[in-house]
């Protein structure tokens, strides 16, 4: 991709835990199965990417805007879709001004031409056939599990606000780039994953290896995130908001509380949930309001989040012999 550009990588999680049974003396019922919810949103983010990538290709018409007189273009057989000469852009993909054009992530216009819309828009560009495909196949391994458990409405809310959160951080702290891609989004979802495993620690055996599994997949998938032209800040801020508001939306109810009927009066629940996933929720709902009001107030009165932290740029980019980080 062209220097200067960002994009936003990649996440894979597979976790899967299982129900326990619950039991009062001699007393034994079955817990009832969860509702499986038909997943239809996620599969419908994925084909919006791709088509708004394809009308990204379209109007980038490289053969034609090209400087080379299109003799540098990639897949030239594609006609106006082909894709930009690797040099400016080795994701396969278009260029850094259709990106720009199309509603590409850009602190200056956002703060200074009152473009606060690229917060979501960005959310679904991306920089390349590479960078879509990464994307999308993440999605779909971890959106269509948590749609099918929690629903579209709750999964929806954690995807687009995720996404939101990651671009506000994101122009807090890149803000002579312009960044692209779902992963903030992405990570949202990992992190509403994270959540709701701990927010519902009661109820799920083999608890312990999948939190394991879990956090080593997110620590993986964040360290990708300091190589050059990864907005880790999008990761961050898309993971953040994503881990609250799994706290939020995606409590189960405490066990025996679907079978609470079956029950000896003695051994019936009351309380739908247990009082550490109310408290949970509550402190997580005040942190997202502080957090996404603090964001939106600082990003529009046009501070550098680098000037309140001096390391926090190395949570993006670390150099090395082999690189330097620039923007």
């Given at each position: 991709?062209?220097?200067?550009?960002?994009?936003?990588?990649?996440?894979?999680?597979?976790?899967?835990?299982?129900?326990?049974?619950?039991?009062?003396?001699?007393?034994?019922v079955e817990p009832a199965s969860d509702q499986q919810w038909t997943s239809w949103l996620i599969p419908m983010f994925v084909v919006a990417n791709v088509a708004v990538f394809i009308v990204a290709m379209y109007i980038n018409n490289c053969p034609k805007n090209n400087w080379e007189g299109g003799r540098g273009c990639v897949a030239r057989f594609l006609g106006r879709l082909s894709f930009e000469p690797l040099k400016e852009n080795p994701l396969f993909g278009p260029s850094s001004s259709t990106l720009q054009k199309l509603g590409a992530l850009e602190w200056d216009r956002v703060v200074h031409e009152h473009q606060g819309w690229r917060l979501i828009t960005c959310i679904w560009?991306?920089?390349?056939?590479?960078?879509?495909?990464?994307?999308?196949?993440?999605?779909?391994?971890?959106?269509?599990?948590?749609?099918?458990?929690?629903?579209?409405?709750?999964?929806?809310?954690?995807?687009?606000?995720?996404?939101?959160?990651?671009?506000?951080?994101?122009?807090?702290?890149?803000?002579?780039?312009?960044?692209?891609?779902?992963?903030?989004?992405?990570?949202?979802?990992?992190?509403?994953?994270?959540?709701?495993?701990?927010?519902?620690?009661?109820?799920?055996?083999?608890?312990?290896?999948?939190?394991?599994?879990?956090?080593?997949?997110?620590?993986?998938?964040?360290?990708?995130?300091?190589?050059?032209?990864?907005?880790?800040?999008?990761?961050?801020?898309?993971?953040?908001?994503?881990?609250?508001?799994?706290?939020?939306?995606?409590?189960?109810?405490?066990?025996?509380?679907?079978?609470?009927?079956?029950?000896?009066?003695?051994?019936?629940?009351?309380?739908?949930?247990?009082?550490?996933?109310?408290?949970?929720?509550?402190?997580?709902?005040?942190?997202?309001?502080?957090?996404?009001?603090?964001?939106?107030?600082?990003?529009?009165?046009?501070?550098?989040?680098?000037?309140?932290?001096?390391?926090?740029?190395?949570?993006?980019?670390?150099?090395?012999?082999?690189?330097?980080?620039?923007?």
């Amino acid at each position: 991709m062209a220097s200067g550009d960002l994009e936003r990588g990649k996440n894979i999680s597979n976790n899967n835990n299982n129900r326990s049974s619950y039991s009062s003396g001699s007393y034994y019922v079955e817990p009832a199965s969860d509702q499986q919810w038909t997943s239809w949103l996620i599969p419908m983010f994925v084909v919006a990417n791709v088509a708004v990538f394809i009308v990204a290709m379209y109007i980038n018409n490289c053969p034609k805007n090209n400087w080379e007189g299109g003799r540098g273009c990639v897949a030239r057989f594609l006609g106006r879709l082909s894709f930009e000469p690797l040099k400016e852009n080795p994701l396969f993909g278009p260029s850094s001004s259709t990106l720009q054009k199309l509603g590409a992530l850009e602190w200056d216009r956002v703060v200074h031409e009152h473009q606060g819309w690229r917060l979501i828009t960005c959310i679904w560009l991306h920089a390349g056939v590479i960078h879509l495909l990464a994307n999308m196949l993440s999605l779909v391994f971890i959106g269509i599990r948590l749609e099918q458990q929690f629903g579209f409405v709750r999964v929806g809310f954690v995807y687009l606000l995720s996404g939101f959160g990651g671009s506000i951080l994101s122009a807090l702290f890149i803000q002579r780039s312009i960044s692209v891609g779902a992963s903030g989004a992405l990570f949202g979802l990992l992190g509403a994953m994270l959540s709701e495993l701990l927010a519902n620690w009661s109820i799920y055996t083999n608890k312990a290896a999948a939190l394991l599994t879990l956090v080593v997949i997110i620590a993986i998938n964040l360290a990708v995130g300091i190589l050059p032209h990864v907005d880790n800040f999008a990761h961050i801020g898309g993971f953040m908001a994503g881990f609250l508001l799994g706290f939020v939306l995606l409590l189960r109810p405490q066990f025996g509380w679907a079978e609470r009927h079956q029950l000896p009066a003695q051994a019936r629940v009351k309380s739908r949930h247990n009082p550490y996933q109310y408290v949970l929720c509550i402190v997580a709902l005040v942190l997202l309001i502080v957090g996404f009001t603090v964001g939106l107030v600082m990003l529009f009165r046009g501070e550098n989040g680098n000037d309140h932290c001096s390391w926090c740029h190395y949570l993006s980019c670390v150099p090395t012999s082999k690189w330097k980080c620039g923007n």
